[in-house]
């Protein structure tokens, strides 16, 4: 059993930066492909950014492309999301998720566990 724990999250004004981390304990963190996901009020969860476990390739939501970067730590057992110039759009709970597949997937049904969420909230 996975658990995930996110944190980073908050308010920041529009153009800022954040970073959000997500620590796993349990399983085996650097065979799994690791996923973030956001969810804003009244929407369905959606994909933002993914990374596979042995060559650590990315895939990014086209909506975040160019400002956010996802990157992991095997050794600290974390994934992290860099969030630059962010949008007011950008407001949502954001999600990390594992999957015990090692590849990286946008499709949030492959992935075996979640955490339970950071808020982020973009002033304009």
């Known amino acids: 059993q996975v658990q995930l724990v996110e944190s980073g999250g908050g308010l920041v004004q529009a153009g800022g930066s954040l970073r959000l981390s997500c620590a796993a304990s349990g399983g085996t963190f650097s065979m799994y492909a690791m996923g973030w996901f956001r969810q804003a009020p009244g929407q369905e969860r959606e994909f933002v950014a993914a990374?596979?476990?042995?060559?650590?390739?990315?895939i990014q939501a086209d909506s975040v492309k160019g400002r956010f970067t996802i990157s992991r730590d095997n050794a600290k057992k974390t994934v992290y999301l860099q969030m630059n110039s962010l949008k007011p759009e950008d407001t949502a709970v954001y999600y990390c998720?594992?999957?015990?597949?090692?590849?990286?997937?946008?499709?949030?049904?492959?992935?075996?566990?979640w955490g339970q969420g950071t808020q982020v909230t973009v002033s304009s």
């Open positions: 990374i596979s476990w042995s060559d650590r390739k990315t």
């Open positions: 998720a594992a999957r015990a597949v090692g590849i990286a997937t946008m499709r949030e049904y492959e992935y075996n566990y």
